[in-house]
């Protein structure tokens, strides 16, 4: 099994940035991918962001490409999640997820574990 565990959520204004982290602890395959989902209320889970092992391979999201940026740490299990010029329209729970292959997918259901999620508000 493996554990996932987000912070550095909260309240942010608009133009600014937040950083989240997700550290992961368990049973960690050397090549798994790393995502992250956003969730807003009433709407779907939608893909953020994915890095490989290595961090060769990086997908974003069309929303978030160009301003947030996902990095790895694997000696810590942990991947982040640097948001910068943060809009409105960023707000949602965001979720970490691991999947046990080693090609990052955009698809929520390729992920095989997610994190509790944690909130994020931007207000303008």
């Known amino acids: 099994q493996v554990q996932l565990v987000e912070s550095g959520g909260g309240l942010a204004l608009a133009g600014g940035s937040l950083r989240l982290s997700c550290a992961a602890s368990?049973?960690?395959?050397?090549?798994?991918?790393m995502g992250w989902f956003r969730q807003a209320p009433g709407k779907e889970r939608e893909f953020v962001s994915a890095v490989s092992w290595t961090g060769s391979i990086i997908f974003y999201g069309d929303s978030v490409k160009g301003r947030f940026t996902i990095s790895r740490d694997n000696a810590k299990n942990t991947v982040y999640l640097q948001m910068n010029n943060l809009q409105p329209e960023d707000t949602a729970v965001y979720y970490c997820?691991?999947?046990?292959?080693?090609?990052?997918?955009?698809?929520?259901?390729?992920?095989?574990?997610w994190g509790q999620g944690t909130q994020v508000t931007v207000s303008s």
């Open positions: 368990g049973r960690i395959f050397s090549s798994s991918v």
């Open positions: 997820a691991l999947d046990r292959s080693s090609q990052p997918s955009r698809h929520r259901n390729d992920y095989d574990y």
